[in-house]
Every structure is written in structure tokens, then in C-alpha cells.
């Protein structure tokens, strides 16, 4: 298996444009994490699910971000719109059980300018 | 209060020291404590897994738990420069809750 694959890898928008980050688990896992780290507030958890299932997006800041994972292979994060504050790096994480070993993706650095 | 506290450093060290890293917790709930090393501009990675109290150790590096304390600390013997990363300590119980620290930069100097 690849891994947690994650794109884009670089994205830079403009203020109001929306923005779409993409996830590809790794196969067999069924919990799936977004995270989002800036050097102010470290890594915070903004949504996961198992079996697809949205379980706990209390960490998704505003109604200006979604979640969807329509299948156990794919997930999206939307912003819209998306403002300067969103600049971070994004991160997409999967695990077979949410107390074992969670794998990372390489992320999403995402520029709002 | 956040459910776990991580001192974010930065800290740097010379080469051959022992480096102690340090997250406290406010629930006696969790069972599974964990460190991951993210090296910069990539993702985090599993470095220790322990599960309840007491030691493990893998190599240069050491995973400590005191669930009495709900302190929980990493140490690195013999630093060495690839060891430069940012340290997560993270926890989680059976009950799908789950935390990670903010991180510790850690440089260590040749």
C-alpha cells in the first residue's frame, strides 16, 4: 500500500475562492482523521469517521467547512469560502482502530492570500 | 482545560545528550499513550506505543507512563542531529476519545 496519499500537495488561492483537499486512506482502515497544524495551535483535530460515518466534527471551526467520505477509499475537506485565517497545513490520517497507530498523509499546505 | 498538555519548546540540545520530553493529561479514562516524530514538511509518524503504566524502551529511545501522575515522557539517549524533529504526544481510550499534544521542536546540535 502507498499510504495515506493526499492532494494537492501545495495550494494557493485567493480569499472567497473554495477550496477542495483530497484523501485517499490507506485500504482496510475504517477511521479516517482531518487534521489541521499552524504553529500557533499545533495539530487539532477537525473531523473523523469510521465506516464512512461522520463521528465527532465538533473541531471543524466554521460552517464554511464540510466533510464528505463517500466511500472507504475517498474523502474531501471544502472550504467556502475559504479566508487568510484557513492558511495552514492540512493533514488526512487513517487508522484500523482510533487507539492504534494512526497514518499520516504528507499533507496539504494550503495558502489563503 | 485541555484534555492533554505538551510544552512546546523549542528545545535544543548539543549532540550526546538525553533529552527528556514531557505531556500531562487530565483523565484517568485513558489507556494508550503514544509519540509520533514529525520532521518538517512531512506528516507525523508512530515512534512509541505504550499501553497502561510502566517503561518501553526501543533503542535510543525510552517511553514512560505514570498514570498516577497522568504524566506521561519520552527521553532520547545519545541525541543526535537526525533526531531534530517535533515530538507529538498523543492519548486515546476504548471509547473513541483521543488527543495530541501541540508538539515539542527539538534541535539537536552537532
Known amino acids: 500500500d502507498a499510504g495515506v496519499i493526499q492532494s494537492p500537495r501545495h495550494e494557493v488561492t485567493e480569499m472567497g475562492q473554495e477550496v477542495t483537499l483530497r484523501c485517499k486512506p490507506i485500504?482496510?482502515?475504517?477511521?479516517l482523521f482531518w487534521y489541521r497544524q499552524t504553529m500557533m495551535r499545533g495539530l487539532e483535530l477537525l473531523i473523523y469517521f469510521n465506516n464512512n460515518v461522520p463521528i465527532d466534527d465538533s473541531g471543524m471551526p466554521e460552517d464554511r467547512f464540510s466533510a464528505k467520505m463517500p466511500n472507504a477509499s475517498f474523502s474531501t475537506l471544502k472550504i467556502q469560502p475559504s479566508e487568510p485565517r484557513d492558511s495552514a497545513v492540512y493533514f488526512c490520517?487513517?487508522?484500523?482502530?482510533?487507539?492504534?497507530?494512526?497514518?499520516f498523509g504528507q499533507g496539504t499546505r494550503l495558502t489563503v492570500v | 482545560q485541555k484534555e492533554v498538555e505538551q510544552d512546546p519548546g523549542p528545545l535544543s540540545v548539543p549532540e550526546g545528550a538525553i533529552v527528556s520530553l514531557n505531556c500531562t493529561y487530565s483523565?484517568?479514562?485513558?489507556?494508550?499513550f503514544m509519540w509520533y516524530r514529525q520532521y518538517s514538511r512531512k506528516g507525523p509518524e508512530l515512534l512509541m506505543y505504550?499501553?497502561?503504566?510502566g517503561n518501553k524502551e526501543d533503542g535510543r529511545f525510552t517511553a514512560q507512563v505514570d498514570k498516577s501522575s497522568k504524566y506521561i515522557s519520552l527521553f532520547i539517549r545519545d541525541s543526535q542531529p537526525s533526531d531534530s524533529a517535533t515530538y507529538l504526544c498523543a492519548i486515546a481510550n476504548t471509547g473513541n476519545q483521543f488527543y495530541f499534544g501541540t508538539g515539542t521542536s527539538l534541535t539537536v546540535i552537532p
Open positions: 483523565n484517568s479514562a485513558f489507556q494508550y
Open positions: 490520517a487513517s487508522s484500523q482502530q482510533v487507539n492504534t497507530e494512526a497514518f
Open positions: 485500504s482496510g482502515h475504517d477511521y
Open positions: 505504550t499501553y497502561s503504566s
